[in-house]
T-cell receptor, first 114, second 112 residues
Framework: NAGVTQTPKFRVLKTGQSMTLLCAQD?????MYWYRQDPGMGLRLIHY???????AKGEVPDGYNVSRLKKQNFLLGLESAAPSQTSVYFC?????????????FGQGTRLTVV | LAKTTQPISMDSYEGQEVNITCSHN???????ITWYQQFPSQGPRFIIQ???TKVTNEVASLFIPADRKSSTLSLPRVSLSDTAVYYC?????????????FGSGTRLQVQP
């Protein structure tokens, strides 16, 4: 059982380049989330999804787009990378169980924009 | 979304009990309280979740007073490996608070 898997683990981009981060979960979870974490800071929610085909903005959505075409996958896109987007990105998923909001996190993607 | 307030940092020694309190004054009726632990270079890990009174598992205890405007995570007999950042989250599926938002967390440093 892999849980939540993020691809890639590391990436260096030049300013203006685009890229897509992939998050895959094998727990049949309805909810998925993308966060960014800057050094010494807490996690900030970028976008989230409550089901296949639906997405919503989080706290810091500007500069990012997402898609949830399949239940198990949640993609995070950067159309034109900026140095301010240098960060560690975490994906998470959780079930729809009203009594269990436990979220499972991936290992993170360390992105550097130069 | 319910805003939470936690101490920025705490220090302790091995073997001591550590209590981290979180304030959440605007918690909604159906909100649950959840705590996560994060080690450097890793994603957060679920510790414990509760709604009211006391919850205990093999890792920690969670104390929630009757008014639910605060909660206390209790770590018994901490060790060096408990050095981490601890986050308190408030939300729930029923209330539509599905956007899990993390505050700044509490950085716990355990000394030998």
């Amino acid at each position: 059982n892999a849980g939540v898997t993020q691809t890639p683990k590391f990436r260096v981009l030049k300013t203006g380049q685009s890229m897509t981060l992939l998050c895959a979960q094998d727990m049949n979870h309805e909810y998925m989330y993308w966060y960014r974490q800057d050094p010494g800071m807490g996690l900030r929610l970028i976008h989230y999804s409550v089901g296949e085909g639906t997405t919503a903005k989080g706290e810091v959505p500007d500069g990012y787009n997402v898609s949830r075409l399949k239940k198990q996958n949640f993609l995070l896109g950067l159309e034109s990378a900026a140095p301010s987007q240098t960060s560690v990105y975490f994906c998470a998923s959780s079930s729809r169980d009203r009594k269990n909001t436990e979220a499972f996190f991936g290992q993170g993607t360390r992105l550097t924009v130069v | 979304l319910a805003k939470t307030t936690q101490p920025i940092s705490m220090d302790s020694y091995e073997g001591q009990e550590v209590n981290i309190t979180c304030s959440h004054n605007n918690i909604a009726t159906n909100d649950y309280i959840t705590w996560y632990q994060q080690f450097p270079s890793q994603g957060p890990r679920f510790i414990i979740q509760g709604y009211k009174t006391k919850v205990t598992n093999e890792v920690a205890s969670l104390f929630i007073p009757a008014d639910r405007k605060s909660s206390t995570l209790s770590l018994p007999r901490v060790s060096l490996s408990d050095t981490a950042v601890y986050y308190c989250l408030v939300g729930g599926i029923d209330t539509g608070r599905r956007a899990l938002t993390f505050g700044s967390g509490t950085r716990l440093q355990v000394q030998p």
